[in-house]
């Protein structure tokens, strides 16, 4: 391990030890170490936003790059019209946004934020609507009993009567223009119970993706950093 790499190994390990002092309690080496975080992702995602987005898709349409020329010296030039010009319409958009930062201006950045969240949620919709909705769906036509050339597979038959009954019981909990008695009363109970073993499944997944990522920090301070400092001082 040479020198510079063995640097950044221990600025690692202290920033990891800064955070992980948080679980004693709240104390100024977390505070240093959260800010310093939160400061340098705000600046990786404006140098990203600005070389991925802002450039490709705003600068070099109406002012070209190495590739040709762009859409205002064509029309400056040759008075040649290029649809790239309508890129104008997103960029006053997208500026009207930082009048945000102006009290008395504050009501023009509404322009830009409605037409942003008015396109997102359209896109998200049909998005969301393929991904989750028609994919259930599609998902839950199936045969609840699941005939092979050898006769009834068992096993198969089992998963998907589990899964129509899951949803169907899940979907009458959530049926309240009817009091949940009876039949009714009973699936909707039935719902409950496929719902919370949902959620502790999902909240499970959770926990063991937080305890992966505390073994790769504890795995990276042992090897990486207790060990790589000893073998690089020739202790071991």
Partial sequence: MDGLTLLGTWI???????????????????????YLFVGISAGF????????????????PLFGSAQGKGALPLLLTEGQFDLR??????????????F????????????????????????F????????????????????VVITDGGVDVGSSLANSLLIIGVVSALIYFYFSKEHTGVLGGAAKLGIWFLMVSFGAAFGYTVMARISLLIG??????????????IALGLI
């Fill in 100 to 123: 945000r930062f102006i009290p008395k201006l504050a009501w023009v950045s509404r322009y830009g934020i409605a037409f942003s969240v008015g396109l997102g949620a359209g896109l």
């Fill in 45 to 60: 995602w404006v140098a990203y936003q600005y070389h991925n987005l802002l450039v490709p898709n705003l600068i070099e």
């Fill in 12 to 34: 690692a390990a202290i920033l990891t030890l800064c955070i992980l002092s948080f679980l004693y309690k709240d104390n100024p080496f977390y505070k240093f170490a959260e």
């Fill in 217 to 230: 920090r504890m795995s990276f301070l042992i090897d990486d950093w207790i060990k790589g400092t000893l």
């Fill in 125 to 144: 919709f049909v998005v969301f609507l393929q991904a989750n909705c028609l994919a259930q769906i599609k998902g839950t036509i199936i045969p609840p």
């Fill in 85 to 98: 010009l309508l890129t104008i319409i997103a960029g006053l958009l997208g500026l009207t946004m930082l």
